[in-house]
DNA sequence: GTCTATACTAGGATAGAC
DNA sequence: GTCTATCCTAGTATAGAC
């Protein structure tokens, strides 16, 4: 591991991107390299531990970003959960571009990858799960009920993701994400 | 591309387990060996043009399979259209293995994939939905709803299978395949 | 903290015997 | 059609100057 994490934000969002376009097998020093614009003794000057070190960097970075941006926000109850639902999809649309970037969480989880790293994203996936279970029960689903919409609502995140990527269509992401916010306000509607 | 393709299925087959389990990068030579029990001059004997020929070979032998066992039941009008999404279903559970595994769709689909590749992949992906939207229309629903359904369906397919390589829960994929039949039967039951 | 240069290894591929 | 042996390049990583 490397850094405070709180300076080079714009080498680590670098980082991430090419690992989010390539994979971590299919990333290499030389694209990192090209993708920050440092040479590659500098890339590990910053992370010793090389490229897995890199990977680590970034996936606590993008965990940070996920509690902050996403977590944090759906938890708080000083504002109405429709917007808090519907804040969390223009969130989400910002984080993958639309659809057209991908989802580490889908990327990286090939055989290879690293237990600890498979730990905190499955952290991460947990308290997002948990998060918009708790403001299902608040808007008035029973707890069976607010967790199977909640695991359906990320499946299809990342379904959809998975299908844009394959197809090449622009609006797979955005038309679920609209459906979902739709669904979400009929059940509000009861 | 490399042989009658009727002969050494079980080659095929190997290497195919071993290309959704890593993704192309991940996927070396020697992996290909061990998990053929060739050695890799072997390999080469068969497919000339090397790894990316054995991912082809791979990807056109998914296809017939998919055309095969998926797409032409699902066309078949002699068979009651409530008995042939099942049949689906049950025959995408044994495909992936109940969730444990990966869609090459997903697998194979970051930057470098090969444009054949990509190609092959794009068209069985829209075989697969007009054979659903087909479906969709024949037991009474509109073109859009139809379209609407499969390209959910589809979606829930990949997601699930992203969200159970993720956490290692084992009904993810099919408790959503369980979902998909009831709302299939309550559409019906209308 | 960035660079040029270089070491080392693993991965892709080939030659040629059997 | 399989094997052993080998080649070559690309990928990971390090040394050491500035």
Redesign the interface.
């Known amino acids: 591991m490397a850094q405070q994490a709180n300076e080079n934000t714009v080498l680590i969002e670098a980082l991430f991107d090419i690992f989010r ?6 990333t290499t020093i030389s694209l990192l390299s090209e993708g920050t614009g440092l040479q590659k003794s500098s890339l590990y000057h910053h992370f010793p531990a090389g490229k897995e070190d890199m990977l680590k960097a970034v996936v606590v970075y993008v965990s940070m970003q996920v509690h902050k941006h996403i977590i944090t926000p759906l938890l708080d109850t000083q504002e109405k959960p429709e917007k808090r639902f519907s804040n969390m999809i223009a969130t989400i649309k910002a984080f993958y571009s639309d659809g057209r970037k ?1 989802c580490l ?3 990286l ?4 990858a690293k237990a600890e790293i ?1 730990e905190l ?2 952290y991460d ?2 308290a997002w799960l948990n998060a918009l279970i708790q403001l299902g029960k608040e808007v008035g689903m029973s707890l069976q009920e607010a967790t ?1 919409w909640s ?2 609502f ?7 993701l ?2 844009q ?3 090449g269509n622009k609006l ?1 992401f955005e038309k ?1 994400m609209e ?1 979902e916010k739709n669904q979400f306000q009929q059940f509000l509607n009861q």
Chains 1, 2 share one sequence.
């Open positions: 376009n390539h994979g971590y097998e299919g991908n969480l889908n990327v989880n090939l055989g290879e498979k994203q499955n996936y947990n199977e695991e359906r990320l499946i299809v995140v990342e379904g959809a998975v299908i990527r394959l197809t797979t679920q459906y």
